[in-house]
Nanobody, 115 residues
Framework: QVQLVESGGGLVQPGGSLRLSCVASGSMFSLSVMGWYRQAAGKERELVADITGGGTTNYADSVSGRCTISRDNTKKTVYLQQNSLKPEDTAVYYC?????????WGQGTQVTVSS
């Protein structure tokens, strides 16, 4: 069974940076599409960015130019580097793995952007 464990969230001031990490268990990590999603209070969960096994990336317009998703297949880890953070980036950030029709989610990590 796939498990995803996120880390790296926290409290940061506007304009600051954070790096989120997600470590996956299980096999065929390099074949999986890995993604970061977020859910703010009272809002639906939304895609932040995702990356294919081959490294093709996709970003939400709201974070394009401020976030970078990357992966290390040898470590079964996906990262989200967030820069120039804004208060509206405050949310619980979730890691997602998709392999074919199989989807797994992490437990989430809180990111709070506030002065």
């Amino acid at each position: 069974q796939v498990q995803l464990v996120e880390s790296g969230g926290g409290l940061v001031q506007p304009g600051g940076s954070l790096r989120l990490s997600c470590v996956a268990s299980g096999s065929m990590f390099s074949l999986s599409v890995m993604g970061w999603y977020r859910q703010a209070a009272g809002k639906e969960r939304e895609l932040v960015a995702d990356i294919t096994g081959g490294g093709t990336t996709n970003y939400a317009d709201s974070v394009s130019g401020r976030c970078t998703i990357s992966r290390d297949n040898t470590k079964k880890t996906v990262y989200l580097q967030q820069n120039s953070l804004k208060p509206e980036d405050t949310a619980v950030y979730y890691c997602r793995r998709r392999l074919g029709s199989h989807i797994a989610w992490g437990q989430g990590t809180q990111v709070t952007v506030s002065s």
